[in-house]
């Protein structure tokens, strides 16, 4: 099956320094890679997506690559603020009939 | 539009009790279920997931249950709780697409203590 390795583990930077985080998949038929943002307490929401079909997604602050190549993808987040500390998950599938291969996650702290 | 909803919030529960999680979907038909557990500090654990009514298939051995007795319904049971048991139990759901899987969308959350 799919396994996705995902780091750092923990990821300290300041108020307004950019974070990126990694993660490796295994199976190169995977094609949908999902990443999630969960705050203390609170249920994992989507933050942005990309597709097999697609090498880089922007929505202001975030953006994902994907090297299908290399089979990682990374999560960009600029200007980062103390609102984005948390833990964001990373995730792989390979098709609509198959269940997300979740990374173990990585803690980000952003300090003011 | 669509919406999850997950009871109860926080549960304490006594070694060896049952335990009954709901969870119901609004908004769509036919959606695919699932039920996660994420214990402290730790990461999402995919414990049962369901494409349709009564169809359940399980990714972890273990002392629970689920059902989907209706389209938007999904139950999470165990007969007897263990203290392992105790976590930040998940329920979400997804649009069917052959394609490319969609979004996970999560309900949120129930936090079960064992003791």
């Known amino acids: 099956g799919e396994n996705v390795e995902q780091h750092p583990s923990t990821l300290s930077v300041q108020e307004g320094d950019s974070a990126v985080i990694k993660c490796t998949y295994s199976?190169?038929?995977?094609?949908?890679f999902p990443w999630y943002k969960q705050e203390l307490g609170k249920r994992p929401q989507l933050i942005i997506d990309?597709?097999?079909?697609?090498g880089e997604k922007k929505d202001q602050r975030i953006a994902v690559t994907l090297n299908k190549t290399a089979k990682h993808f990374s999560l960009h987040i600029t200007e980062t603020q103390p609102e984005d500390s948390a833990v964001y998950f990373c995730?792989?599938?390979?098709?609509?009939?198959?269940?997300?291969?979740f990374g173990k996650g990585t803690m980000l702290l952003v300090s003011p | 539009s669509q919406t999850i909803h997950q009871w109860p919030a926080t549960l304490v529960q006594p070694v060896g009790s049952p335990l009954s999680l709901e969870c119901t979907v609004e908004?769509?038909?036919?959606?695919?279920l699932y039920w996660y557990r994420q214990a402290a500090g730790r990461g999402l654990q995919l414990l049962f997931y369901?494409?349709?009514?009564?169809?359940i298939s399980s990714e972890v051995p273990q002392n629970l249950s689920a059902s989907r007795p209706q389209d938007r319904q999904f139950i999470l049971s165990s007969k007897k709780l263990l203290l392992s048991d105790s976590g930040f139990y998940l329920c979400?759901?997804?649009?069917?697409?052959?394609?490319?899987?969609?979004?996970?969308?999560f309900g949120n959350g129930t936090r079960l203590t064992v003791t």
């Open positions: 979400a759901w997804s649009f069917k697409d052959s394609l490319y899987n969609s979004p996970l969308h």
């Open positions: 199976d190169s038929a995977s094609n949908y």
């Open positions: 990309i597709r097999s079909n697609v």
């Open positions: 995730a792989a599938s390979l098709s609509g009939y198959s269940t997300l291969t």
């Open positions: 908004g769509t038909s036919n959606p695919n």
């Open positions: 369901s494409v349709g009514i009564g169809q």
